[in-house]
């Protein structure tokens, strides 16, 4: 991965992953700290947090194709190591009785829709999640898209255990 880098486009961070393979994250100049003015090398704090990512993913028995996986774990990476603060938002999802996550994989339910998130941080009785599912609806008005960051209270994950995770970007 020595030949790795992240920079920016058009205002939003991306990761060359050599000559053959440019990836476009989710995170425009907005959500970002610091955005790459130029080639910024992934350095070994980046592989290492992609790696243990990988490894928890891995483990869920979630059924992601190679692609996926990548995709995922370069827009988890890149959240984790460059996205600004996110407030907590917990009052959009339910609060589940028999409540954690499952090699990081967790199910947030509201009266709209289910989605699935991975969690980034894990704070006291906080989490700051990534959206894997294609979308979640908050409310009336207001959407999460796939990669979108969430903080929200322990007590609204589902562990997302391997017999349900066939459902993971549905």
Known sequence: MS?????????????SMGEEWQCTTAYGQQQIIDLPKSQQLFNLSDMECYLLLAEHLVASGGQ???????HILINATAATMFHKPVSPKSWF???????GFHHRLARVVNKFNTGVV???TDEHNLATCMLISSKLQLNENKFLRQFDLIKLAKNRLEPLLAETSSQLTA
């Open 3 to 15: 030949d790795w880098y992240w920079f920016s486009e058009n205002r939003q961070l991306m990761l």
């Open 64 to 70: 992601f194709s190679d692609a996926q996986l990548t």
């Open 93 to 99: 999802l339910d609060e589940i009785e028999s409540f």
């Open 118 to 120: 991975l969690v980034l």
